[in-house]
């Protein structure tokens, strides 16, 4: 890591004072730094650049998840389509990848982000390991063939670039975006509370150097404006929005702004509920599910909200492994099976959405 180093004896400095005022305690990670070290260091060794042998089971950083893109663009020419929906604020492309067989003109479609929060590296991971499994299984799994011919999929690697980009070159633990506030010499915005429904209410702060910094005004980071302007543009065709957060191992859904049952509760719960059901098949990991407000916490101006209130039926935020003993810092050891498992509730929410649900 470049400018944010945890000191090395940190749990030396502290237990002496723990012990001396009684205070209970448990040791998570006993070597912080250390553990980010091992996510982002090493990486001549173990082949995380080599394209055609691509590493799933870790963590890539913006440039190689940009270069992995470009390659599938290239090798997958007729499942896979990527383009640019703008810029962000620091001048990095927003790239998108489109999946899906061209079988007919028009096809019903599911928005799929991940990394609107920078520091939340599985996020990404998945994104990439959902592309992957698409491209591996189409020709012998069925319900795989089902989605890719039926419908099309938008798939957003890294929604926050500016953010995840510092997040592996100066603080893995940042959260928002880069853009600049000039009065008080703050970075960033959180992207998650950044648009236009219900902005800046509770859950969310006016202040700048806050981590749920919600912005100057509505859709004020070029980013969240680029995907809102997507999305609003295509919502006729957009029946189902995913984000991919993390860490909670929850299945969210609207409302996230206020406590309030949305009009096709019916379907989505019962969407949720197989899906919660079919990742827990895997590992037997049971994801809490349930609106956002009431089995996380209220929050304003999220993109879950904004999506469901423009029009797209389904719209879920997924919480990822694990609850908090790693945290942000999930070992590269638990990405597979973390994706593995979501990968299940995935086509089970994408399988649900072809069928009709009164």
Known sequence: MADVRVPRNTTQILLPFLQQANIQ???????LQQAIENQTGGRSHRNRRSLSAYNYEVYHSLEEIEDWMHYLNRTYSDLVHMFSVGKSYEGRPLYVLKLGKRSRPYKKAVWIDCGIHAREWIGPAFCQWFVKEALQTYQTDPDMR??????????MPVFNVDGYHFSWTHD???????SKNMRFHCHGVDANRNWKV??????ASLHPCDDTYCGPFPESEPEVKAVAHFLRKHRKQIKAYLSFHAYAQMLLYPYSYKYATIPNFNCVESAAY??????????GVRYRYGPASSTLYVSSGSSMDWAYKNGIPYAFAFELRDTGHFGFLLPETLIKPTCTETMLAVKNITLH???KCH
């Not at 893995?172 to 880069?178: L, P």
């Not at 197989?274 to 590992?283: E, G, P, R, T, W």
């Open 353 to 355: 959405l072809l069928k």
């Open 25 to 31: 305690y448990t040791i998570l990670i006993s070597d």
């Open 172 to 178: 893995r633990f940042w959260r928002k975006t880069r």
């Open 198 to 203: 219900k902005w800046c209410d509770e859950g």
């Open 146 to 155: 089902k989605m890719l011919t039926q419908l099309y999929f938008y798939i």
């Open 274 to 283: 197989n899906a919660v059901n079919a990742l827990q098949s895997a590992y």
